[in-house]
């Protein structure tokens, strides 16, 4: 008799409810929501096939899903195409890993807080930082969380950034900064593709609460991190840094150069692109810090009997204390995806992430060579990791869409530079017949 209060609504309920309010359809009800000035909204039925079995609509969808065309991925940008170990999804899709939820309670789930403790463990190690979180969305809420948790440490609302920092972030932090009284100073390149210090000297004042760079950044140019660390400490100001987390292996980490925050995106660690998603934020800092940084922080203790436990130390967000005193309103952490993360490092350990790193550098290196010996010369000379970007002969829309004919994939366009600009990006998984296949279809491009 209570089975229908766990149905959708009904033609008839949903007939009722729209009279109930004054509305004749629910187009009508949508047009007074949405406002048809703002938003166009499609009112003839959708090209749908009628209803189907299980079984026709597997079928259909393997159809549709064979007219896919498979590229070799040569595009960057913040995403990258690279080695995931077999183990990786045997191992995640167990049902304890696959179906946990991020504990609300300090002291349950001690598997699932386990799994927190030792990737939080793994990314300090990596980062050569004193304190992770357990993670939060992906890179580029990870750079704008910083960038608040560095106008609260300073109480200064004012934050630079360079002009070679990858505009996906620089959009989500002009979101999370939208509405509140903050500023953001963008800070030029220089021919070199790294930020100019000298301006960034002189723009740095008073009201600064922190500048932010990008190593490597989003041309794929390595920066001169401990220069810039020196001049921004010695304007007494706080250090946010985005690396990139395959090239700790063999770069020196944020930790190193006295970064005060550094985050990245964790997905070049053993996740799959997945058409741009789920990823995972790393979030790091300085321990004197630790009570102004977002997300959750689990650490180790033990009971009175000396039998170990892991807690959640630390979760200073809106649904445990005063809103107006939360760190963030990141509710969560991408827990499984941190697990991949946490199986990955555990896997590859620092020999095997070293393999990866060097890999991906040396088979930039070899396509850069290749590329300038058919014509294409990369816009910067300075060194790079894993990317670097080309000046095509033509629009770089143009030149995406010629290659994705030929079966790879380049990008994305660097619009900063030009209409003509194109990043590439290589990794471990990429093989010098296909490095040369590339080559060969830019040179019946250009």
């Known amino acids: 008799m209570y089975a229908k209060h766990y149905f959708g609504s009904g033609d008839e309920d949903i ?17 007074h929501a949405v406002g048809t000035d703002r938003v166009k ?85 990596l980062t050569d930082m004193e304190v992770a979180n357990a993670s939060v969305y992906d890179g580029a809420t990870a750079l704008a969380e910083a960038v608040l948790m560095s106008f609260r440490i300073a109480r200064k609302y004012k934050v630079i950034v360079p002009a070679n920092l990858n505009p996906a972030y620089r959009r989500v932090l002009e979101t999370y900064l939208h509405g509140i009284e903050a500023t953001i100073l963008e800070v ?5 593709g790294r930020i100019d210090e ?31 660390s020196a001049l921004v400490k010695e304007k007494g100001k ?10 700790l292996a063999i770069l020196e980490p944020p930790g190193r150069y006295d970064a005060d925050i550094a985050v990245g995106e964790g997905q070049p660690l053993g996740v799959p692109l997945s058409f741009g998603g789920p990823y995972v934020g790393l979030f790091t800092s300085r321990k004197k810090y630790i009570r102004q940084m977002p997300g959750r922080i689990v650490a180790v203790t033990y009971d009175q009997q000396g039998r170990r436990g892991y807690v959640t130390t630390l979760q200073t967000r809106e649904q445990h204390i005063r809103r107006a005193k939360a760190t963030s309103n990141i509710c969560t952490n991408q827990q499984l995806i941190a697990t991949i993360v946490t199986i990955y490092l555990t896997l590859m350990g620092k020999e095997g992430l070293k393999e990866a790193s060097l890999q991906s550098f040396y088979k930039a290196e070899y396509l850069k060579e290749k590329l300038s010996e058919a ?23 143009e ?22 600009y194109v990043l590439m990006a290589t990794t471990e998984k990429r093989r010098r017949e296909e490095i040369d296949a590339l080559v060969e279809a830019i040179k019946e491009v250009v």
């Open 15 to 31: 007939k009722k409810m729209l009279e109930r309010i004054g509305f004749s359809d629910l187009m009508e009800l949508y047009r």
């Open 399 to 420: 030149f995406i869409h010629e290659l994705a004919h030929r079966g790879f994939l380049v990008g994305p366009k660097v619009e900063v530079l030009g209409d003509n």
């Open 198 to 228: 000298e301006v960034l000297s002189k723009a740095i004042d008073d009201e600064t609460a922190s500048v932010v760079i990008q190593h490597p950044n989003f041309f794929g140019v390595l920066e001169d991190p401990f220069r810039i």
């Open 188 to 192: 030029p390149f220089d021919s070199s």
């Open 375 to 397: 014509g294409l010369e990369p816009a910067f000379r300075s060194p790079t990791f894993r990317e670097f970007v080309v000046k095509t002969p033509m629009k770089a829309e």
């Open 238 to 247: 706080l250090l946010i840094s985005v690396f990139e987390p395959t090239s």
């Open 41 to 125: 909204i499609h009112e003839e039925p959708l090209n749908l096939p009628p209803a189907m079995s299980e079984e026709e609509a597997r079928e259909y969808m393997e159809k549709v899903a064979s007219l896919n065309k498979m590229l070799t991925i040569f595009a960057g940008g913040g995403a990258y195409d690279v080695f995931v170990p077999s183990a990786i999804n045997h191992l995640i899709l167990r049902s304890e890993f696959y179906t946990a939820y991020t504990p609300y309670q300090p002291e349950v789930s001690q598997g699932t807080l386990q799994t927190m403790f030792e990737f939080q463990s793994l990314i300090t190690e």
